[in-house]
């Protein structure tokens, strides 16, 4: 419903089909609030495989797992064109095998003014193995949380002005940020991934407090490429 109040605790969300957007859950002017629960298997026609928000629409997003969602459109997972945060406390948020138009795809943002925060906070892991997408005119991406958060990247984030801050962020691959602006306040940026890679970024600046981990070649004596580190 585009106007009610939905929340599931411990739950599984699944096998949910719309001809329109938002598979399981289109919310507009209501609110949402998923913890501890799992959504999986939903399939739109349109945006938004699970979930559809947009308009003023309040989403809470607490250790959730989108796995297997399905958009013909855009957001395999999840479609937004307002703020959202993906949150993981003692325990992970996971998203893996979303597709939109058969590509890989966890979220779509539509908007230039909206902010995706994936907040990883004590304890807490969030896991993205699917592609972070949106707007050709960039949005938010803001990786944020507790200096014993995590977040796992392994599939690419594009068209992002992305912030990193007090969390570590452990990249699968060293290129998945290629293109995007990033700017790098505090925490832990790992490209330790057991292959020595280039990171091309469009900008970035980087704050004294922050820590880079690069793996090196030792044989040649070759780091991975990483834009004014060395």
């Known amino acids: 419903n585009n106007t ?30 998923l913890t501890d629960t799992t959504v999986s298997n939903n399939t739109a026609s349109g945006d938004g495989g699970a979930l559809y928000v947009t308009n003023e629409a309040n989403v809470e ?10 958009s013909g459109g855009k957001g395999g997972a999840i479609y937004t064109d307002k703020n959202l945060t993906i949150n993981a406390e003692n325990g992970s948020s996971t998203f ?5 138009n058969g590509e890989s795809n966890a979220i779509y943002v539509d908007s230039s003014d909206a902010v995706l925060t994936l907040n990883a906070g004590s304890k807490g892991t969030i896991n993205m193995n699917d592609k972070i997408s949106g707007t050709d005119n960039k949005y938010k991406l803001n990786m944020t949380g507790s200096s014993s958060g995590k977040i796992n990247l392994n599939d690419t984030v ?3 002005n992305v912030t990193m801050s007090n969390i570590t962020l452990n990249m699968g691959k060293d290129d998945l940020l290629q293109g995007n602006n990033l700017n790098l306040q505090s925490g832990v940026l790992n490209l330790q991934n057991g292959e020595v890679g280039n990171m091309d970024l469009s900008n970035f ?22 834009p004014f580190v060395w």
Do not use: E, H
């Open 4 to 33: 009610a109040n939905f929340s599931a605790d411990n739950s599984v969300i699944t096998n949910n089909t719309t001809t329109g957007n938002g598979g399981a859950v289109y919310v507009k002017n209501g609110s949402v609030s």
């Open 61 to 70: 997003l607490v250790n959730v797992d989108f796995t297997d969602n399905t």
């Open 96 to 100: 893996r095998g979303n597709t939109a």
């Open 158 to 160: 594009t068209n992002a």
């Open 205 to 226: 600046s980087m704050n004294g407090n922050a820590k880079v981990k690069v793996d090196v070649d030792l044989l040649d004596g070759i780091p991975s490429r990483f």
